[in-house]
């Protein structure tokens, strides 16, 4: 008869050859798979690099890196027209919103949704007195399946934050009615820390996501 590898089996076939209890072999595919899960949701977690790793990276050229632009040549002209827009207002392009929320939720999960909150961002972000009044992003043809706008629309959503999406092509005159009647809507909402019916997001819906004051400069 061939020799058969019991680890090939998983932990159940390698329980069974070594003659342990159904009970003792379920135990241990529990803690197989438990440990699984656990090790891929930590790997996927960001982690600070060590202090070796950071002083090697202190020394002069060993960044293997270079400069790049900030803005497309398409994103800096769109900028320069929102600003002339809302000259009342600061403007800030390329900003994540790790940036200007903070996460209200337990400890358990609040380094994961801040990791979220790092890989998404909106093109501008428009600002009155260091405070996010609105998030501007370009419209494109909507992507099949786009779980990350839908994760940013979520954020933003549970922060209060107005969200608008413009075109390039669009009229200056038809961009600024629009940025204009945005700002100006999101001026007459109820401020935060006011109280809120369930139905509208408010401190009772169960909401994890604040804002928090955007200085002017930052990015």
Not at 102 to 117: E, G, H, I, K, N
Request: proline residues 8%; positive net charge; aromatic residues 4%.
């Amino acid at each position: 008869m061939p020799m058969v590898d019991p680890t090939a089996l998983g932990p159940l076939g390698f329980g069974a050859a070594l003659g342990l209890s159904e009970v003792a072999m379920v135990a241990g595919a529990i803690g197989f798979l438990v440990g699984g899960v656990v090790g891929a949701l930590c790997a996927l977690l960001p982690r600070r690099p060590n202090r070796s790793m950071a002083a090697e990276l202190a020394q002069p050229g060993a960044w293997p890196i270079s400069r790049s632009k900030l803005l497309t040549t398409r994103e800096a002209d769109m900028l320069g027209r929102i600003v002339d827009c809302l000259p009342q207002y600061q403007v800030f392009p390329q900003v994540s919103l790790a940036a200007f929320m903070r996460v209200v939720a337990q400890p358990s999960r609040r380094r994961a949704l801040r990791s979220v909150l790092g890989q998404l961002s909106v093109a501008y972000l428009v600002c009155r007195d260091g405070k996010p009044v609105l998030a501007v992003d370009f419209r494109e043809s909507p992507q099949r399946d786009d779980v990350w706008r839908q994760s940013k629309l979520a954020a933003l959503g549970a922060a209060r934050i107005p969200h608008v999406t413009i075109s390039d092509s669009e009229p200056t005159i038809r961009l600024q009615s629009e940025l204009v009647t945005a700002v100006m809507a999101a001026s007459q909402s109820p401020r935060d820390g006011q109280a809120r019916s369930r139905a509208d997001g408010g401190p009772d819906s169960g909401s994890s996501i604040a804002t928090e004051s955007l200085a002017p400069g930052a990015s």
